[in-house]
């Protein structure tokens, strides 16, 4: 059995962790809650996963499965970016050099 | 090929998230950052609908319903309500997670093994042995399950339709390892082979434990630790996502929802940081919990009322704000920015000291102050104002109470020793804003409303805070 595709899956895997612990060592705390909002509607991501369950010729109950997945995900993405948008909009408006 | 073009545009994604993520992380990019990575989310879907394929009519269907709800519910939430509708968007994305993992399951029932394999090869170029998928689909029911009832609990403690308080129970510990321990052997009969009984029957109640296990581990965790546990659940639903791309040998979900998973941990460890306490303090200590036992406070909490208020605030020259959870809940941020413009306007040099941990979000205070467009300058973090703290005429605490118990600086006996606060009681006058006498989110009592410098004004904040501006207006 050829392994090496798994193997660089994981490989990525591994490199995303160390990767995303890096990207937030230094975040000042008045962007917490945008940047968990923000990577919360990036954890939407399984809607990717929900739509390949789509798939035609499945059995109606793998289906209807995946179709509230898909449903579940696109209001974890879309809600999330907006109000992440929301939020950093209100930091934006008073128009200083900072936030 | 398609194949080659559709994985293309993940690794583009992928850059995206990247790139969003650093954006996030600082003020002036920060917007642009988080609409980068939106068109990162929009690049995987198209590239996944190049798979063909699909049945079109639930694909349209099933996105056009979800971005509805997701729009509305967006768009009518209060700013003040953000940290519940975070936790509940959270909880959806964990609950997507476990239905990819239970119809890749059904796909691989009706299908079998083999053929399941070939279709997965065929749509990956991945070949993976039957039992790493089963661990796989087991992880992400596990992980989405706990995730999805974890999420709902944390949104209804903060949304105050269940009380705040640590649930706690005898053995409860030992129920939840044990829980866990069963929910680990569930995921290793899932491999016993698609056509056995017992291997489905495992992965029903594999289903039912993730969700009981879910509720069970948030509910002994105080209101107070919402923040911690919300970007812990966030990091979960990472993981959650990152698992069905191990299904499906899918990268950017792999890759995504493990930068995910990976920051959110590593967001949820600052904040304990900036609480003095370990991660495992505030998941398992049922924290707020018992009464307190040592240190009883000593005096009375002194009432006073908003005229005589009013006669110390115009004769002082400087004023802290300490915002707090009750600000968020009583909406009093436009009226608190009315006051501290007057109080400006009266010579007053004006400060909002923020503590790491006030209110239910990191960073909560400070959406809601720029909502009410308090200027920037004016905010301060906890070790910029703390050196100036005795130098301050009047402090007004407006819906805090851990983040300036001074029993975190001078009570071994409390829970909250050790805990960095904003030391309040050092200014000459302090006014503190309260619904009632009670104790707070926590359950401790607070020595700062003893002291004797102290003044209560009780009621609700905006309403305390609108009634100071009118003494103003006189």
Known sequence: MELAPLLLLLFAFTLSIFLGFELIAKVPSQLHTPLMSGSNAISGITIVGALLALNIGESPLAKWLGFASVVLATINVVGGYIVTDRMLAMFKKKGGPKL | MNAVLINLLYIISSILFIFGIKMLGSADTARRG???????????????????????????????????????????????????????????????????????????????????????????????????VLVAIGLTILIGGITFTGSVVAYAKLAGQISGKPTLF??????????????????????????????????VVLVILSLVLGVLMTIPIGGGDMPVVISLLNSLSGIAASMAGFIILNNVLVVAGCLVGASGIILSLIMCKSMNRTIGNVLFSG????????????????????????????????????????????????????????????????????????????????????????????????????????????????????????????????????????????????????????????????????????????????????????????
């Open chain 2, 34 to 132: 988080n609409r980068l990575s939106a068109v990162g989310m929009l690049m995987a879907v198209v590239a996944t609908l190049l798979y063909l394929g699909l049945d079109w009519w639930m694909v349209a269907g099933g996105i056009a319903l979800g971005s509805i709800i997701g729009i509305v519910a967006a768009y009518r939430v209060q700013m003040t309500a953000m940290p519940e509708m975070v936790a509940l968007f959270n909880g959806f994305g964990g609950l997507a997670s476990l239905l990819v993992g239970a119809a890749e399951y059904i796909k691989l029932r009706d299908n079998g093994m083999d053929s399941y394999l070939k279709l997965l090869e065929a749509q990956s170029g991945v070949t993976v042995p039957g039992w790493f």
């Open chain 2, 170 to 203: 005898a053995g409860q510990k030992l129920i939840n390892l044990l829980m866990m321990a069963a929910s680990l052997v569930g995921i290793g009969l899932l491999t016993a082979g698609v056509d056995s009984e017992v291997a489905f029957i495992s992965g």
């Open chain 2, 287 to 474: 924290f707020g919990a018992t009464v307190q036992a040592a240190g009883e406070v000593k005096g009375e909490m002194k009432a006073s009322s908003t005229e005589d208020a009013y006669y110390v605030l115009e004769a002082a020259q400087s004023v802290v704000f300490i915002p707090g959870y009750g600000m968020a809940v009583a909406q009093a941020q436009h009226a608190v920015k009315e006051l501290a413009e007057l109080l400006e306007a009266n010579g007053a040099e004006i400060r909002f000291a923020i503590h790491p941990v006030a209110g239910r979000m990191p960073g909560h205070m400070n959406v809601l102050l720029a909502e009410a467009d308090v200027p920037y300058e004016q905010l301060f973090e906890m070790d910029q104002v703390n050196p100036v703290m005795s130098t301050v005429d009047v402090a007004i605490v407006i819906g805090a109470n851990d983040v300036v118990n001074p029993a975190a600086l001078n009570d071994p006996g409390s829970p909250i020793y050790g805990m960095p606060i904003i030391n309040a009681h050092e200014a000459k006058t302090v006014y503190c804003l309260k619904r009632g006498k009670g104790t707070g989110f926590s359950g401790l009592e607070n020595a700062l409303f003893f002291g004797e410098n102290t003044r209560m004004l009780y009621g609700d904040a905006k309403a305390t805070v609108s009634a100071l501006v009118a003494e103003f207006g006189k």
